[in-house]
C-alpha cells in the first residue's frame, strides 16, 4: 500500500517542485530587445523565447517522465499491479497530451500578436494580458512583463498562437 502511494505521489511531488521554482523564475526580459520584437513582427519566436516555453511546460514534461519510468521500473505483484502500471503510464500519457499545444508551439517556432489598448487582468498569483479593443483572447503572461506596462497603452502582445503564453509586448508610441 505505501508503494504504491509512493508511486503515484512522487511524480505530482516532483512537478509542483517545478512549478514552484519556474514560478519563481524571471524567464523573459520585461522590455524585449529590438532583435527579439523583429524576430517576432516576421512571425518567429527567439532562441530565449522557446527556452522560456520549455521552462514553462517543465513541470507537465517532469511529471510524465517520472511517471512513465516509475510504471516502467515498478513492479507490483498480482493482477492489480499491472493495472496499477498501466493507470500511472496513462496519467502521464494524458498529461503530455494535454500540453500538446505547447509542444506543437515550441516545434513550430511561430508567433503571433494582438494590437491595441493594455488590459491586465490579475487573480490571486496569476497575471494574464488582452487588448481592449482586439480580439478576446486571454494571455497568461510573466509577472515581471505584466507588471513593466500599465494598462490602456496601445500595445502590441506577442503570444504562442496555440499555448496561448505572452512571450514579448512592444508598447507603440501614442497617436496624437
Known amino acids: 500500500m505505501s508503494q504504491t502511494i509512493l508511486a503515484f505521489a512522487t511524480p505530482y511531488a516532483l ?61 507490483p505483484e498480482g493482477f492489480n499491479g499491472a493495472a496499477l502500471r498501466w493507470g500511472l503510464a496513462g496519467m502521464a500519457l494524458v498529461r503530455l497530451g494535454l500540453s500538446w499545444p505547447a509542444w506543437r508551439d515550441l516545434i513550430a517556432g511561430r508567433v503571433a500578436s494582438v494590437s491595441g489598448p493594455l488590459r491586465k487582468i490579475a487573480f490571486r498569483h496569476h497575471r494574464a494580458l488582452a487588448t481592449e479593443d482586439g480580439p478576446v483572447v486571454v494571455l497568461p503572461v510573466e509577472a515581471s512583463i505584466w507588471s513593466a506596462y500599465e494598462a490602456g497603452v496601445p500595445a502590441t502582445i506577442f503570444f504562442a498562437p496555440r499555448s496561448k503564453r505572452v512571450v514579448a509586448v512592444q508598447a507603440q508610441p501614442a497617436v496624437a
Do not use: K
Request: positive net charge; without cysteine; hydrophobic residues 60%.
Open 15 to 75: 512537478a509542483l517542485l517545478a512549478t514552484l521554482l519556474v514560478q519563481r523564475l524571471r524567464l523573459l526580459p520585461s522590455s524585449a530587445p529590438a532583435g527579439t520584437l523583429a524576430q517576432n513582427a516576421l512571425g518567429r519566436l527567439s532562441a530565449r523565447q522557446r527556452l522560456a516555453l520549455l521552462l514553462y511546460h517543465a513541470p507537465e514534461l517532469i511529471f510524465a517522465l517520472a511517471a512513465l519510468l516509475i510504471a516502467w521500473f515498478w513492479h
